[in-house]
T-cell receptor
Framework: EPEVTQTPSHQVTQMGQEVILRCVPI?????FYWYRQILGQKVEFLVS????????KSEIFDDQFSVERPDGSNFTLKIRSTKLEDSAMYFC?????????????FGPGTRLTVT | GNSVTQMEGPVTLSEEAFLTINCTYT??????LFWYVQYPGEGLQLLLK?????DKGSNKGFEATYRKETTSFHLEKGSVQVSDSAVYFC????????????FGKGTRLHILP
């Protein structure tokens, strides 16, 4: 069964450093998303991406964040200068937007720890 | 705005007990409703879904019915197992261009053997 994959599974970085989180969505999907979950809290939407541009972004997704689909398979989230409060689990999701199902398939997540 | 409210945990039950996790929603349109499960150390998995009023989603013995009149989507299971221990998230999506998923805060479930 096709699945969304994410790398790395755990990333530790120092405050102020840039990090890139990588995702490989399901191959025929067209819509891509990033969510984050701060430890013990709810999952929050960050950004959606379609046709090589951002469809929607939340207020969390400020100028420090960017997304890119650099090739036909990867979807990346970049945080330019990490802050302590960026420590969270980051989930990538993709959707094919089939007629009867807009189901988003989630990856296993990348745990980002900012020290 | 759109939001999901679910009962706070943790919920602790004995094996074979009946489970209910309450979930209510507020939505500006006609949402699709979901339950996601997160097992320890893992990502989010879709457990079940319902896309219109009175639909019942079911999977792995879990059920939830889309109740438009009470804006609810309560999760139930007749006989829980230790392996059901996880965090359960109720969620909604408006399934249009603005199709982000909005999650509740999650309910941690502990099942005792």
């Amino acid at each position: 069964e096709p699945e969304v994959t994410q790398t790395p599974s755990h990333q530790v970085t120092q405050m102020g450093q840039e990090v890139i989180l990588r995702c490989v969505p399901i191959s025929n999907h067209l819509y891509f998303y990033w969510y984050r979950q701060i430890l013990g809290q709810k999952v929050e939407f960050l950004v959606s991406f379609y046709n090589n541009e951002i469809s929607e972004k939340s207020e969390i997704f400020d100028d420090q964040f960017s997304v890119e689909r650099p090739d036909g398979s990867n979807f990346t989230l970049k945080i330019r200068s990490t802050k302590l409060e960026d420590s969270a689990m980051y989930f990538c999701a993709s959707s094919g937007r089939e007629f009867s199902s807009y189901e988003q398939y989630f990856g296993p997540g990348t745990r980002l720890t900012v020290t | 705005g759109n939001s999901v409210t679910q009962m706070e945990g943790p919920v602790t039950l004995s094996e074979e007990a009946f489970l209910t996790i309450n979930c209510t929603y507020t939505a500006t349109g006609y949402p699709s409703l979901f339950w996601y499960v997160q097992y320890p150390g893992e990502g989010l998995q879709l457990l079940l879904k319902a896309t219109k009023a009175d639909d019942k989603g079911s999977n792995k013995g879990f059920e939830a019915t889309y109740r438009k009149e009470t804006t609810s989507f309560h999760l139930e299971k007749g006989s829980v197992q230790v392996s059901d221990s996880a965090v359960y998230f109720c969620a909604l999506s408006l399934m249009n261009r603005d199709d982000k998923i909005i999650f509740g805060k999650g309910t941690r479930l502990h099942i005792l053997p």
